[in-house]
Each structure stands twice: as structure tokens, then as C-alpha cells.
């Protein structure tokens, strides 16, 4: 038997280090060549690194949450003989989140998922009698959720055993076989997290930690305490970041969109001919993308190094939403340059991307202005929190049915209210609110679109 120290290998060019996001192997365990041993994040991309030889994990080097340097070591194995025959070839599995785009107040069509490659298709297996259970928002690893999807098993029925409450391997080859059961009451399952207004990917100002005291009593039974690790890390950063440098100021303000259901409505079963879905966003990303030319200060950034605005000529349109991990971004790039039914074509393939682990780095790369919705759950208004270095964010919210004037009669219209926050470091409030007006605008006349799109 001879020992073997596992190096941290490349993680693509400029990382130097990446963040411990999830152990999927323990001291003692037996792997297998190429079997996913533990997931890393770096600034780019969240990866899941296979094993380049098979043995026995000694220990493993580093906690969840950890930074750990290129080539440093993460895991000592004891291996077969002298150790000297292995492969030399690290498998690195680059991967985001799954994505949910919410177009506002209708859910997204639901994506069918494809294995990545033709040799990995496994014949659909049955599932079992529903155990009863449901998890919105199932914790698990890219491998997976690789497995599973390979096999048409939904991971929300799948009751979890792993740690944290994240479901296994050995969980979803339980739940076809029949053998998983609904956890019981005390059962540790994970709790989704609610969606945020923007994405995050840097460091918050370093202050005094928070110690949290329990009260008297056993904390094992009072307490769970999971790792505050990965996306969701990287989340608080940026929040946090954006929050203590930009100075946020929120303008809300109602938009009768009658008329913009009405035109959707008209266009839908064209865009259906043409194999798009239509939702609303299309339309919302044109009108940002025509207001954002009018007034071309919110579609700068503030560069801090050299102290100048930098005014960008291109329109680049983030749609925040929701993820397994916490809050993402996808890019819509060039918007301008695409027509209404481009721009749906697009916001499709990134939804459809994500839900099959296709996205590339640069899909979630270059926004220039951001817009978040929670479609349904949309609420009143809310306070977005900008996506820095953005200076404008758009909150889109749900729309319901309410008394309008027209005409100087009251009658019943579809109002959505439009939540806007600007950097007041660089935006001024009259600038914002004309800003917000324009968007109205076009919104509430959206032939306007047509006549003044590019």
C-alpha cells in the first residue's frame, strides 16, 4: 500500500485559488477513478473535480467554506501496490446553477432536459408511489443532479439522507428501487432560500464577526448550523458591497400595461408558429433598452481606480432569478441588436441552458442594467438592490387588476408597479424618475416600441 497526496489541480486561467463548497467524499470512503470527490468555487464558475486514481481516502484537507490554493493538497489516499500506475487526467466540471427565469405574473414553461452526451442515455425508469414528500428547492450535487436527470427523476420527490439535506446518489437510486421514505418530523431537510434582488461575486468590508449565543440549554437539539459557504457567501459579499458603497435611492410608480397584454396577446401565436415563447420580458427588455438610450447615465458605471464614469455603448441586460444556490443573473447581450423576438428567443435558451447545466461563464458575464422579477409572487413593490457596479436596477411586480381612469371614466385595468433603484452617487432623482417615466411609456403605449426600435 503507498500514500498519495491529491493536489487541488488548474481551475482554468488567472484562478489561483477556489472556495471549499462541498466535500462528497469522507476518510474512509473507497473511489473510484474519475468519481466526483469534491465541488469548488472560484470567482468564474462553481466546479466539481473528479479523482484521478482509485483508492481509499486517508483525510481530507480543508472545511467547507475554506479557501484552498492551486496545487495544494486536499486529500492524502492510500492506494493499491506502490501506487505507481494511475491517470494522470483531473476531471474539472465547470457548472452553474439551475435558472429559473420568472416572467412577470406567468410561470416559465417547464424545460425538458437532454444528457450531455449520446453514450450517457439511460432508458427512462418508472418512479415509484409518491413517498409524499416535496422539496421546492432540493440541495444536491452536480453529479448528482447529472444522475438523476439522466434517469427522469424529479429531485424534488426524492427524500434526502445526506448531510445538510442533501440528497445522495445512493437517495435517488433508493427512490427508484422504492426503498425511500418520507423523512419524519425531526428529519434535518433544508429550507430554500427566498430569492434576492441582484447577483453577488465580490468581497463586503471586513468588520467584527457576529457570535451567535444559543440559549440555556443543549444546543445540539436548539441549533443546526450549516457552513454559510459558496454562491450563497459570495451573495452576502456583493449585497453587502453594494449596499455600504452605492448610495441606493428607490422610485416606485404604477403602469397601466392594458395594453401591452392586449398587443402580447395578439403577437403570441406568431411567436408560437416561429417556436418562441412569448412572455412579457421581451417587451420590458426592449422599453429598458430604448430608455436607457435616451438617458445614457444609467447605463454607465463608476470606475473608482481612475475616478471616471465610464459610459458604455452597448446594452447588455441582466434578468436576475433565483437559483438552487442563491441569486444569479443571465446575460441578455447586445439587446439592442436583437429584435422583440430574438430577445424571447434568448431569455428561452438561457432558461433552458440552465435547467439542463449548460450555461457557459460568459452567459452570466457583461450586464450592463439589471432587471429582477418575482413574476406571481411579485407583491406590491420592493427596494432592489443594484447590481454593482450598475447604477439602475428595474423591479418588475405583479400585475392585478385595478380601477383606472380613462377618459375620464373608471374602468378596470391591468396595473403592475415598477420599483427602480439608481446609485444617487451618479443619478439624480429627477434624472431616475424621468428615467422610470420613460420606461412607463413605453410600456403603457408599446407600439412606440416598433416605430423607435433599432
Known amino acids: 500500500m503507498a500514500r498519495w497526496e491529491f493536489k487541488l489541480p488548474d481551475l482554468g486561467e488567472g484562478v489561483t485559488e477556489g472556495e471549499i463548497v462541498a466535500w462528497l467524499v469522507k476518510a474512509g470512503d473507497v473511489v473510484k477513478e474519475d468519481?466526483?470527490?469534491?465541488?469548488?468555487?472560484?470567482?468564474?464558475?462553481?466546479m466539481t473535480i473528479t479523482s484521478p486514481k482509485a483508492g481509499t481516502i486517508v483525510s481530507t484537507h480543508g472545511k467547507v467554506g475554506e479557501m484552498v490554493a492551486i496545487h495544494a493538497t486536499v486529500a492524502t489516499y492510500e492506494l493499491a501496490g506502490d501506487g505507481a500506475e494511475f491517470s494522470a487526467n483531473v476531471s474539472v466540471e465547470a457548472h452553474a446553477p439551475a435558472v429559473t427565469l420568472a416572467p412577470a405574473a406567468e410561470p416559465a414553461a417547464p424545460v425538458p432536459t437532454q444528457p450531455s452526451r449520446p453514450s450517457e442515455v439511460h432508458p427512462p425508469v418508472a418512479a415509484p408511489a409518491d413517498t409524499g414528500y416535496k422539496n421546492d428547492n432540493p440541495l444536491a450535487t452536480p453529479a448528482?443532479?447529472?444522475?438523476?436527470?439522466?434517469?427522469?427523476?424529479?429531485?424534488?420527490?426524492?427524500?434526502?439522507?445526506?448531510d445538510q439535506g442533501r440528497v445522495t446518489q445512493k437517495d435517488v437510486e433508493d427512490f427508484l428501487a422504492g426503498r425511500a421514505t418520507a423523512p419524519?418530523?425531526?428529519?434535518?431537510?433544508?429550507?430554500?432560500?427566498?430569492?434576492?434582488?441582484?447577483?453577488?461575486?465580490?468581497?463586503?468590508?471586513?468588520?467584527?464577526?457576529?457570535?451567535?449565543?444559543?440559549?440555556?440549554?443543549?444546543?445540539?437539539?436548539?441549533?443546526?448550523?450549516?457552513?454559510?459557504?459558496?454562491?450563497r457567501r459570495k451573495i452576502a459579499t456583493k449585497m453587502a458591497q453594494s449596499k455600504q458603497t452605492a448610495a441606493h435611492f428607490t422610485f416606485v410608480e404604477e403602469c397601466d400595461v392594458t395594453a401591452l397584454k392586449e398587443l402580447r396577446a395578439r403577437l403570441k401565436p406568431a411567436a408560437e408558429k416561429s417556436g418562441v415563447k412569448l412572455t412579457f420580458l421581451p417587451f420590458i427588455v426592449k422599453a429598458v433598452v430604448a430608455a436607457l438610450?435616451?438617458?445614457?447615465?444609467?447605463?454607465?458605471?463608476?470606475?473608482?481606480?481612475?475616478?471616471?464614469?465610464?459610459?458604455?455603448?452597448?446594452?447588455?441586460?441582466?434578468?436576475?432569478a433565483s437559483t438552487d444556490a442563491g441569486l444569479m443573473v443571465p446575460v441578455i447581450k447586445d439587446a439592442d441588436r436583437k429584435s422583440l423576438l430574438e430577445v424571447a428567443s434568448e431569455i428561452e435558451r438561457l432558461g433552458s441552458d440552465a435547467k439542463a447545466g449548460r450555461l457557459k461563464a460568459e452567459d452570466l458575464q457583461g450586464s450592463t442594467f439589471t432587471i429582477t422579477s418575482l413574476g406571481a409572487q411579485g407583491g406590491l413593490f420592493a427596494t432592489p438592490i443594484l447590481n454593482f457596479p450598475e447604477v439602475g436596477i428595474l423591479g418588475i411586480h405583479q400585475m392585478k387588476q385595478k380601477p383606472v381612469?380613462?377618459?375620464?371614466?373608471?374602468?378596470?385595468?391591468?396595473?403592475?408597479?415598477?420599483?427602480?433603484?439608481?446609485?444617487?452617487?451618479?443619478?439624480?432623482?429627477?434624472?431616475?424618475?424621468?428615467?422610470?417615466?420613460?420606461?412607463?411609456?413605453?410600456?403603457?403605449?408599446?407600439?412606440?416600441?416598433?416605430l423607435e426600435m433599432g
Open 293 to 320: 438610450k435616451k438617458h445614457p447615465q444609467l447605463n454607465t458605471a463608476l470606475d473608482e481606480s481612475t475616478n471616471e464614469l465610464v459610459y458604455r455603448k452597448y446594452y447588455n441586460i441582466g434578468m436576475a
Open 405 to 450: 381612469v380613462k377618459n375620464n371614466q373608471i374602468v378596470i385595468g391591468d396595473v403592475m408597479l415598477l420599483s427602480l433603484s439608481f446609485d444617487h452617487r451618479i443619478v439624480d432623482g429627477h434624472v431616475g424618475a424621468a428615467f422610470a417615466y420613460e420606461i412607463i411609456g413605453y410600456l403603457e403605449n408599446p407600439d412606440r416600441l416598433f
Open 184 to 231: 419524519t418530523a425531526t428529519s434535518h431537510v433544508a429550507v430554500p432560500q427566498a430569492p434576492q434582488a441582484a447577483p453577488v461575486t465580490s468581497a463586503a468590508p471586513s468588520r467584527e464577526p457576529v457570535r451567535i449565543t444559543p440559549p440555556a440549554g443543549d444546543a445540539k437539539t436548539l441549533e443546526d448550523r450549516i457552513p454559510f459557504a459558496g454562491m
Open 144 to 162: 448528482t443532479r447529472k444522475f438523476a436527470r439522466e434517469r427522469d427523476v424529479d429531485l424534488t420527490r426524492v427524500p434526502p439522507t445526506g
Open 35 to 46: 468519481a466526483p470527490i469534491i465541488e469548488v468555487m472560484t470567482d468564474k464558475a462553481t
